[in-house]
């Protein structure tokens, strides 16, 4: 069996983002960028099922930037078997990311696409299940555990107040959340190896895919700062004023 792990290239997560002056959006010159951390969760579990003997071959892919061949090669640095960069300059809304995946998973015929739940950058959580809606296919979201046996994968789901397992019939979506696993670090070998490893570079057009905006960001702003908080003496203290600001009856 085939994994195909759809892979992110956004701001590193411990970067803290900068507002363009005039409000249009994340000021993204000369900043650090990473893989979107639940898709290195995802690459993870892709590698695992095929060290376990369930899979045979792990494909990442990424939509983005010619600079989205790092991320790829960080995949491929990870144990990733081969890359595909479908290279554009636009920013890809998840509709058209999961119509380009959709398209993907037509010529690859994978048997688990494993995406992360969300981009660290627009917090979207939108392209599994775009994805699943599109190849008509099975979607285990918010992934703590994933099981494959036989032709069916069984996916335990972080939800409100437990934990959820469903049983999905392949070829299935899994979305992972940060439960999953801890992923590895690529050693430097495996860095030298990826750079030998096949990548394949594309463009929307080659899938015939639309890819221009349905929605206009209207204004970034930064959050509101924190004003400072006050020390109190005692508990008696604290009630006393949660309770004028009527937070405590
Ligand atoms: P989102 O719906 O934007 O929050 O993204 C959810 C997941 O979809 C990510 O964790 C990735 O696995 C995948 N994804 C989103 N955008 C891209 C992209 N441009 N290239 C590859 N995978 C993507």
Do not use: C, H, W
Not at 87 to 116: F, M, N, S
Not at 160 to 167: A, C
Not at 176 to 183: H, K, S, V
Request: no cysteine.
């Amino acid at each position: 069996m085939k994994l195909l792990v759809p892979i992110k290239r956004v701001i590193d997560y411990n970067v803290k983002p900068r507002v363009k002056a005039d409000g249009s959006g994340v000021d993204l010159a000369n900043v650090k960028m990473s893989m979107n951390p639940f898709d290195e969760i995802a690459v993870e579990e892709a590698l695992r099922l095929r060290e376990k003997g369930v899979a045979s071959e792990v494909v990442v892919v990424s939509i983005g930037p010619a600079k989205a061949q790092e991320t790829l090669r960080t995949g491929l640095a990870m144990g990733a078997d081969r890359a595909i960069l479908i290279q554009t300059d636009d920013e890809v809304e998840p509709l058209g990311v999961a119509k380009l995946l959709a398209k993907v998973q037509e010529e690859e015929q994978a048997g688990l696409i494993i995406l992360g739940k969300q981009a660290i950058d627009d917090d979207s959580n939108q392209t599994g299940q775009m994805l699943a809606a599109l190849l008509g296919r099975p979607q285990g979201t918010f992934a703590s555990k994933v099981e494959v046996s036989g032709d069916a994968v069984a996916v335990t789901r972080e939800v409100d107040g437990g934990l959820e397992t469903v049983s999905l019939t392949l070829p299935a979506i899994v979305t992972t959340d940060l439960r999953l696993n801890e992923p590895r670090y690529a050693s430097l070998p495996n860095i030298m190896k990826a750079k030998s490893k096949p990548l394949a570079t594309k463009t929307p057009a080659d899938y015939g895919v639309d890819v221009s905006p349905r929605l206009a960001t209207l204004k970034v702003v930064e959050p509101p700062k924190r004003s400072a908080g006050v020390k109190v003496a005692d508990v008696d203290e604290l009630v006393a004023k949660l309770k004028a600001m009527g937070v405590a009856a």
